[in-house]
């Protein structure tokens, strides 16, 4: 588990911007359950792939026409139990952190894995975003 001085401003990122975040099991599951888009960031500590992550799911929900009905987060390696509730709604994916799944009336339609992430600046990362949020969020 990583340290709370490190966890913390990364959350902040997120959480600044409107993003709840899931802590629990329960939490998952009941965010998951709702009706309508609920956008989850997978927050994580690695630098550079968190680095882009985060601020490219920012850019494409400021920019976006339509957005999820909720905007949630949870962080790998911190929040272990939520990380670890959220993962049992992305199989057949591998985890992957950080990493943005995109769920309509609870089902999985859109998710960017690490390797999607990795070596892509934010930018690239919002547009991939955008698309999803104009199939899926109406």
């Not at 630098?47 to 987060?73: E, H, M, Y």
């Not at 985890?95 to 690239?124: C, M």
Request: charged share 20%.
């Amino acid at each position: 588990m990583y340290p709370e001085e490190i966890v913390v401003p990364m959350k902040e990122e997120l959480t600044d911007n409107g993003f709840a975040e899931l802590l629990t099991a329960g939490e998952v599951d009941a965010q998951l359950a709702k009706a309508g888009t609920t956008l989850v960031m997978i927050n994580s500590v690695c630098g550079c792939s968190a680095g882009s992550a985060r601020p490219g799911v920012l850019i494409a929900v400021a920019n976006a026409k339509q957005k999820p009905d909720f905007l949630t987060t949870v962080f790998a390696g911190f929040d272990v139990e939520a990380v670890n509730k959220l993962r049992q709604h992305l199989l057949p994916y591998p985890p992957s952190s950080p990493a943005i799944a995109l769920f309509k009336d609870g089902k999985l339609v859109h998710f960017i894995e690490r390797h999607q992430i990795e070596g892509r600046s934010a930018q690239i990362i919002a547009h991939n975003l955008l698309g999803a949020f104009e199939e899926y969020c109406n």
